[in-house]
Every structure is written in structure tokens, then in C-alpha cells.
């Protein structure tokens, strides 16, 4: 017979009631009441129950708070997790994701900050797409030169073959 322990936390508990019962005034009064380390666990509650924006403000987890931002398409909100929470060595991963998000959301007035992001995610493939569908010359001669000396020469054939200046 194995025994298993369970925490409970009434205000958790009244706090998801109110939710479900459509009641954001008395779960806003019941918010401020539940334990600092279960705020996480409400804001993945309100996250299933597509409450993403108020997920977002509740919870303490960088990670979670830049998944929801993403979601939500807050491309700021998203930039902010990434320079204020992430770790550089841990950055990588986000940099792209914000790139590829910036580019889903088609939003031509930010290609910019997939261009950084881009770049700070080490992604040349990405970046060079982007900048050659933007016809940025300057940038794509920047990709050549981080590249190496192979992309280098793909680059002439592909403009021999294309009629690039």
C-alpha cells in the first residue's frame, strides 16, 4: 500500500472556482491571497482555459511568459523576456523563435527585429532569406564574409546563373 501526500491550496481552489464560474472580480480579490510559489500553476490553469493575456501577467516563470507572448503575437513582451530573463547561453533558441514568429505574424514594419534576432540566434540561413527577399545587399555581403568561403562561392554561382550585379 503506497501513500501519497497532496498540498491543496483553498485560495488556489477558489481562485480556478471563480474562473470557471466567469467571475474575474472575485478571482482578481482572491489573486493577490494565493502563494507566491503556486503562481505559476494558476497562470498554466488560466493558459488552458485561453486566458492567455491574464496567464501572462501572473506567471514567474521567463520561459512560460515568453511561450504566452509569442502566442499572443506581443513580439515587445516577448523581446523584454528575452534581454531581461533569458540567460545569453540559453538565448539561442529564442532568438529564432522570435525571429520565426515576426515572420508568421507577416508584420513587414518588424522584419528589423527578425533581422537581430536572427543574427543573435546565429541562423544564417534564416537571415540570409530574409535579407534577400528584402534585397538587402549590404547584409547578404555580411552573411558571405561570417559564412566562410563556401556559401562565398554559392553566392557568385547563384548570381552567374540569376544575372546578379
Not at 523576456?81 to 507577416?106: C, F, H, N
Request: contains cysteine; proline residues 2%; charged residues 25%.
Amino acid at each position: 500500500m503506497s501513500i501519497y501526500a497532496y498540498s491543496l491550496s483553498l485560495n488556489v481552489i477558489e481562485y480556478r472556482m471563480a474562473v470557471l464560474r466567469g467571475d474575474m472580480d472575485a478571482a482578481g480579490e482572491i489573486l493577490p491571497s494565493i502563494p507566491h510559489e503556486q503562481l505559476n500553476k494558476v497562470a498554466r490553469f488560466l493558459e488552458a482555459k485561453d486566458l492567455k493575456e491574464l496567464a501572462m501577467q501572473i506567471t514567474m516563470d521567463p520561459d512560460h511568459k515568453f511561450d504566452l507572448a509569442l502566442a499572443l503575437d506581443d513580439l515587445d513582451a516577448a523581446l523584454g523576456v528575452i534581454m531581461q530573463s533569458v540567460p545569453e547561453t540559453e538565448a539561442e533558441s529564442k532568438w529564432k523563435a522570435l525571429g520565426d514568429r515576426v515572420l508568421a505574424v507577416w508584420r513587414f514594419e518588424r522584419f528589423d527585429l527578425a533581422k537581430g534576432a536572427y543574427e543573435k540566434a546565429g541562423d544564417l540561413g534564416s537571415l540570409m532569406l530574409l535579407v534577400v527577399s528584402m534585397g538587402d545587399r549590404i547584409r547578404l555581403e555580411w552573411i558571405a564574409a561570417a559564412a566562410g568561403a563556401s556559401f562565398h562561392a554559392v553566392l557568385l554561382w547563384t548570381c552567374r546563373e540569376n544575372g546578379c550585379e
